[in-house]
């Protein structure tokens, strides 16, 4: 029987169609599970909003929210090796890969929880002599959470961690192809003592399943990551429905190398940045300008890098990349790259499938290296989210930087140099939410995330980031004892 579902605290099967969780490294079915119908939907809907009013979670002190946090962060560090396990199945991501993304959502669950306990309203009024003001923070309701398959525990603690610390209820969509780790984040909060019909868990398509939550009148909030095409469409529901979003949408990162750099840290940030997860994330560094002096010089280290790589089955240990995530995302990758020949690309090194021996089932790609484009080329400006690296020299900084930021994404960039006060003026020019300085690719669950233009709206992380799942409430007191003498 397929696994069931999670829907309003109750263990059940869906009633949608039954789907299949495959391991993109070899094609094999990890497990059949079902699906939410329509009917589903809005059940766990109106369960929800049922649930975040009548079961006194909203009205619950900080640090009796904070220890449900607290215990779900303990559950998954004790279970982290089996979580791991089940998220490389998901995904096919390396196994050290996907351990790191367990712990950032203990992480995550553990901040957000010492958060909650430390969230305070505030006295507003300053002089006033007949009044004094307070503002207070109250739950927005029911939340929307939709999740990507390419983080899926850390994006999905990331929502749900702060949207029920602010009191709220949550409905979480996963990616259909990671299924599998989102039903075992609801057994998590279930036996970590979440009230029951605060969370469901309701796997499905995104046409079926996604559009029935967003469109649903009693959701007060969407919190999306995903592409931008998608988030676009979000974007225009809840401006018609009058409701707030939070958007983490699609990137095509800039990554900078000055003429000072050290190359040996440089070419081995660059590396990590666009290819780990094997170029699946939103943030990877897929354009890379390097100064004109020192160009071919890193570009003999960086191919050797590049094809020093270990690309294998995600199981097996020092693997740097595992499989793409289905044969679908593959032949999009692959199709980019042709697209990049026929624009005048040359492709330096990978550029085509890895058929052979125990890659044979799966879907690998070779990390991939084109020169001989300029910025304005398809391969530039499209975000292509696999493992293909476009390399660019660049000659004069003020047209670099109009370069780097002529996209209409702006997520996340990365610079290279010696030179603290070039690297600052750099960050700060640059029309980007996340800037890396001779790093790449390090969080901070403390520290803000976000895009400008079409990489998102709103902000995730942080302190701030429970506020953004609730709404502000000014509120007056009245301290004057003498009665208004506007209608004597």
Request: hydrophobic share 40%; aromatic share 6%; glycine share 10%.
């Amino acid at each position: 029987m397929a696994k069931d579902l999670y829907l309003a605290g109750e263990w059940r099967q869906g009633r949608g169609p039954v789907a299949q969780s495959i391991f993109p490294a070899d094609g094999t079915v990890n497990a059949e599970f079902s699906t939410a119908s329509v009917d589903d939907v809005n059940e766990a809907i109106e369960q929800a909003d049922l649930a975040w009013r009548s079961s006194a979670w909203c009205e619950s002190l900080p640090h009796q929210r904070a220890q449900v946090l607290y215990k779900v962060a303990d559950i998954i560090t004790e279970r982290a090796e089996a979580l791991s396990q089940l998220q490389t199945r998901d995904n096919g991501k390396p196994h050290a890969e996907t351990m790191a993304l367990v712990m950032s959502a203990a992480a995550t669950a553990r901040y957000v929880a010492a958060a909650c306990e430390t969230m305070d309203g505030e006295l507003t009024s300053q002089r006033a002599a007949d009044f004094m003001t307070m503002s207070v923070y109250e739950p927005v309701g029911v939340v929307a959470a939709i999740t990507p398959w390419n983080s899926p525990i850390a994006s999905e603690v990331q929502k749900l961690a702060p949207a029920l610390a602010g009191g709220n209820a949550v409905i979480l969509k996963p990616a259909q192809e990671t299924s599998l780790i989102a039903l075992e984040l609801a057994r998590i909060f279930e036996e970590a003592g979440l009230p029951k019909g605060l969370l469901s868990v309701l796997p499905g398509s995104g046409s079926v399943v996604g559009d029935a939550i967003v469109n649903h009148p009693l959701v007060r909030k969407i919190s999306f990551t995903g592409g931008t095409t998608t988030g676009r469409r979000l974007a225009h529901i809840a401006a018609e429905r009058l409701i707030t979003t939070s958007l983490e949408l699609g990137g095509k990162s800039p990554t900078i190398v000055l003429a000072d750099a050290d190359l040996d840290l440089a070419v081995k940030g660059v590396v990590y940045g666009i290819f780990s997860s094997a170029g699946q994330a939103c943030i990877a560094g897929s354009r890379l300008f390097v100064a004109e002096e020192i160009y071919q010089e890193f570009m003999d280290k960086l191919v050797a890098a590049t094809k020093g790589l270990r690309i294998g089955h995600p199981e097996k240990p020092g693997m740097h990349l595992g499989s793409l995530i289905n044969e679908k995302h593959l032949n999009s990758v692959d199709g980019y790259v042709q697209l990049a020949k026929s624009e005048g690309g040359t492709v330096v090194c990978g550029g085509e499938r890895m058929v052979e021996g125990e890659h044979a089932q799966g879907c690998f790609y070779l990390p991939t290296i084109i020169t001989g484009l300029n910025n304005t080329a398809r391969v530039c400006q499209e975000e292509i989210f696999g493992p293909v690296l476009v390399v660019m020299p660049f000659a004069d900084e003020a047209a670099l930087l109009a370069e780097a930021n002529d996209s209409i994404y702006g997520l996340a960039a990365g610079i290279w140099t010696e030179n603290y006060r070039k690297a600052m003026q750099l960050a700060r020019a640059l029309e980007v939410g996340t800037v890396w300085i001779n790093t790449y690719k390090k969080f901070s669950i403390s520290t803000p995330f976000g895009g400008f233009k079409e990489s998102g709206i709103g902000r995730e992380k942080g302190r701030l980031g429970i506020l953004s799942y609730m709404q502000q409430k000014s509120i007056y007191l009245g301290l004057n004892e003498t009665p208004n003498t506007w209608c004597d």
